[in-house]
């Protein structure tokens, strides 16, 4: 395997765009990172496209070539990748891979979702699914692991609320972000219930919106940029669905960040800032302790000590992370790795953390048997 | 108990007054499973059915609040059920009836009662765990 570097990125805001459909946000995504980057469409040997919904809310398909076509990306081959909450980050895996064996001198990653039409519902597993049947949606789901997580280690509801208020805080300074306004923590307590302890401002919002990068062998990325951020490691895995499971923990954030340090030779001491899967405010608390960011059961003390906010030990979710932004699910995790090219290039305003070098981006989708069905982890440096 | 409703999915319990899930064992590794599993996943044997305890413990839980999916109530609650005797930890719908009396390590009972509708949006017989003990409801 070869080195690899990201070359160029592009990304729209994530929230409402009502008046440009799925094909129409890809394209203008991969335009810019073409752009970014400063290659030509026919330079591209690959591009692989995430998208979760669009089969079953649009009835539409092998939407990546319409995407890539936009862009002028022709007769290469293009994948269609869908892996849940993951999809954009499996794409990235699948595209590295391809660039790292030498199969492909240059690959293009690319994410795009939309998720705001009207009587949306709850997310769930696959109605074919028995947990489904008898009632698991996604906020139950979380609910669950946030009761138990209270329940075991003593986490409060104010310190899971104090996830929302931290990430509205960094959104802030996002323009990119759909939901901008600095919230409290008696806010999000007193929001509409959703599945107890969760309110509605401890749920990340639907959203649409999509994100592009350009992958490139590290011995051409010279070419093209002064600023190469090289892939470190990247790791998917999926759920061991052990019984009985673990809900107090997420045993595949262990075992897939435990391979990616490996991958990269670094730890977690080593991390400049991490972009995590908060869909859910108990989310990012057990990725606190998943990734090794804080010990086991420490997750709600380590918000609480403002470790993870700008300026703190270890910032998570500059971006506002998923709380804030919103969750386009195809693109949710391309936009997670974007927004630590940016903090590694130097680029991110008034979010950046001075100095940044390493970055990690950890995703996870879908429920199966009290586990996770796929996880990733990312990690780039510059 | 409304006897000519189908169940949720095939196969997975048996109804009446003393309903019991049916979960399957592997006779190789003597692993159990619900729902039963094509073969077994550790040792790709046949496995056979079994029936497992109608009493467990419960394990963690959540109330969902807002409009659900299959006509369940609104409020209704789900959780995880260890079923010692088996060895197993199970999700399981809670009886909607019961949500206040839900706590970490209580004794639950299993039950089979005509809850919400199927994927076809007919009425249809669901299982689940109730705080109560005794007797068909």
Request: charged share 20%; proline share 5%; hydrophobic share 40%.
């Amino acid at each position: 395997m070869r080195p690899v570097d990201i070359i160029g990125v592009g990304i729209t805001n994530f929230g409402k765009h009502i008046e440009k459909s799925l094909v129409e946000l890809g394209g203008k995504v991969a335009v810019e990172a073409l752009k970014d980057a400063g290659v030509k469409p026919s330079q591209i040997n690959a591009g692989f496209f995430a998208n979760m919904q669009a089969g079953s809310l649009f009835s539409d398909f092998t939407i990546g070539q319409n995407v890539f076509y936009q862009a002028g990306i022709n007769s290469v081959p293009v994948f269609n990748v869908e892996n849940a909450c993951t999809s954009g980050s499996s794409a990235f895996n699948l595209a590295w891979m391809g660039v790292a064996s030498g199969a492909y001198d240059m690959a293009m990653v690319l994410g795009a979702e939309k998720l705001i039409i009207p009587n949306l519902g709850l997310m769930q597993a696959g109605t074919s699914e028995l947990d489904t049947l008898e009632g698991m949606v996604v906020p139950n789901a979380f609910a669950m692991r946030a009761n138990l997580h209270m329940a075991t280690y003593g986490t409060t509801k104010e310190q899971l609320a104090m996830v929302s208020v931290k990430n509205r805080r960094h959104a802030s300074m996002n323009p990119l972000a759909q939901f901008r306004n600095p919230i409290t923590v008696e806010e999000v307590l007193n929001a509409p219930m959703i599945a107890d302890p969760l309110t509605r401002l401890s749920c990340c919002p639907n959203a649409d919106g999509a994100a592009a990068l350009v992958l490139c062998a590290s011995e051409l990325s010279g070419r093209y940029t002064s600023k190469p951020i090289r892939v470190a490691g990247s790791v998917l895995v999926s759920g061991s669905y052990k019984n009985p499971c673990n809900l107090a923990q997420w045993e595949a954030d262990k075992r897939a960040s435990s391979i990616a340090y490996e991958m990269a030779g670094l730890g977690p001491e080593d991390l400049d800032a991490v972009e995590c899967h908060d869909a859910f405010t108990i989310s990012e608390i057990l990725h606190y302790e998943g990734l090794g960011l804080c010990p086991e059961g420490e997750g709600g003390r380590f918000i609480e000590s403002g470790a993870t906010t700008l300026g703190g030990k270890i910032p998570v979710n500059l971006s506002g992370g998923l709380l804030s932004k919103g969750h386009p699910l195809g693109a949710t995790a391309v936009a997670q790795i974007i927004e630590g090219v940016r903090q590694l290039r130097g680029e991110a305003g008034s979010l950046q953390v001075d100095g940044a070098k390493v970055f990690m981006a950890e995703c996870m989708g879908a429920d199966k048997a009290g586990d996770v069905k796929t996880c990733s982890v990312n990690i780039i440096t510059k | 108990m409304n006897n000519d409703l189908k169940p949720v999915m095939e196969g997975i319990f048996e109804a009446g007054p003393s309903p019991q899930l049916i979960g399957a064992i592997c006779p190789e590794c003597q692993q159990k499973f619900f729902p039963k599993p094509m073969v077994c996943p550790q040792c790709l044997g046949e496995v056979q059915d079994i029936k497992l305890s109608p009493v467990g413990k419960l394990y963690t839980y959540a109330i969902l609040r807002t409009k659900a999916m299959y006509k369940l109530p609104q409020p209704y609650a789900v959780g995880w059920v260890d079923l010692e005797a088996d060895g197993l930890r199970i999700f399981t719908l809670l009886d909607p009836e019961k949500i206040e009396d839900l706590d970490f390590g209580k004794k639950v009972f299993l039950r089979v009662g005509p809850i919400g509708v199927d994927n076809n949006g007919e009425a249809c017989l669901r299982y689940y765990f109730t705080t109560q003990d005794g007797g068909d409801k």
